[in-house]
């Protein structure tokens, strides 16, 4: 079989590799490298495709939850509400607001956070709810507003693996006050290195976003925020406002490989293997496809990877450990069995190939790799 690589970035950038040339080469013969033309072009496509107001660029997209939540006045003495069940950045970014981080469990069944959960870990302190849209799925955009309206709270949308999804009519980055959005190489709209963006409706959020990306400064050499340097580059900015125009058709490969393998996956829904649910319909945009290894299954997890990995099949796992018991934030006084849906997730959650120019031949070949392994696991058990 041949090598089915988690991802290939070669098979987006080769189609346009003069269009990618040609941008980078007008920055270069421009020489505005920071906060230049092609940022601030990329900025005001990039919100109004996302369906709304103003995009600010930043160097990555933990520093747009960070600068961002404390651009919307979130800091020290505020409670924010997360799931346990996210990359380490969302609650980075918690913490260097200055903000007390409160976990709550997710649904077993869309790995997005579970609201009822939410709403019994509301307190008087509880400033704002983060809303994280999984691997390319938005938490409910019209849940997420009942709720935000009944506890009186600011929507934080976690939008770094959902660029352009869409649910209920709403587009990722509209629901709330703001988002943060990144663009590490490997996302649905990646750069050539690191960058993120906040997204926000509200004008006086964007100024202060503007001042805390740039040292804090009003103007040049006035410095009204105690800011930091985080900029996206002029370069970076460039690379995806000349992949902006494809991310739709990029997108929806992703929703008909997904489809695929769930039409291909659906006989082994009796062993324990299945996807998880997409509740969006076509607005869900596969960041990441996700299979679940159910306790019934006669195989591991782990069993099944390394069979994979043994045959050129390459897979990730995301998330392996929760939040609340990464070693470094114990402190926070976590325990285990503390939110057991995301515990369980992180058990039995294994990521597929998935990018857009990915063949039917090699989903296939994905799918009867899993069905082949489990097939001779139960041959030997019917044996002993």
């Not at 930043?58 to 990359?87: K, M, R, Y």
């Not at 125009?245 to 299945?274: C, F, K, M, T």
């Not at 045959?311 to 796992?317: A, E, H, L, P, R």
Request: aromatic letters at 8%; charged letters at 15%.
């Amino acid at each position: 079989m041949n090598k089915i690589s988690f991802v290939d970035l070669n098979l987006q950038h080769q189609p346009i590799q003069h269009q990618l040339q040609q941008a980078i080469q007008a920055v270069l013969a421009q020489g505005d490298f920071i906060l230049g033309q092609a940022l601030a072009d990329f900025e005001g496509a990039f919100a109004a495709a996302s369906g709304t107001k103003y995009g600010i660029g930043v160097a990555s997209g933990t520093d747009a939850i960070a600068l961002g939540l404390q651009a919307c006045n979130i800091g020290a003495g505020d409670e924010v509400i997360l799931p346990a069940n996210t990359f380490v950045a969302t609650l980075i970014g918690v913490l260097r607001a200055g903000a007390k981080p409160i976990f709550v469990d997710c649904d077993p069944q869309t790995a997005l956070i579970d609201l009822e959960a939410a709403a019994k870990a509301v307190t008087p302190q509880t400033k704002a709810i983060i809303p994280v849209h999984l691997y390319g799925q938005m938490v409910s955009p019209l849940q997420l507003l009942d709720f935000a309206d009944t506890y009186k709270l600011l929507i934080f949308e976690d939008a770094a693996q959902a660029h352009l999804a869409e649910r209920e009519g709403y587009r990722a980055g509209s629901v709330g006050i703001a988002a943060a959005f990144s663009f590490y190489p490997s996302k649905n709209l990646g750069a050539f290195g690191d960058g993120g963006m906040l997204l926000t409706k509200d004008a006086d959020v964007a100024q202060k976003m503007v001042r805390l990306r740039n040292y804090g400064a009003s103007q040049k050499y006035v410095h009204v925020e105690s800011g930091t340097n985080s900029r996206l580059d002029t370069l970076q900015a460039a690379v995806l406002l000349t992949k902006l125009p494809h991310l739709p058709q990029w997108n929806g490969d992703r929703l008909r490989i997904a489809q695929e393998y769930d039409q291909e996956l659906a006989p082994l829904a009796d062993v324990g293997i299945s996807p998880l649910q997409n509740h969006s319909h076509t607005g869900h945009v596969y960041h990441l496809y996700v299979i679940r290894v159910d306790d019934v299954c006669p195989l591991k997890r782990q069993q099944i990877q390394d069979k994979l990995t043994a045959v050129g099949i390459q897979t990730g796992i995301h998330y392996p450990i929760p939040c609340h018991l990464q070693p470094a934030f114990t402190y926070l006084g976590y325990q285990p069995g503390d939110f057991p849906q995301a515990e369980k997730l992180a058990q039995q959650i294994l990521s597929l190939p998935m990018y857009p120019g990915l063949s039917s031949s090699q989903i296939q070949a994905v799918v009867e790799a899993i069905a082949s392994t489990l097939s001779s696991e139960q041959q030997q058990l019917l044996c002993i």
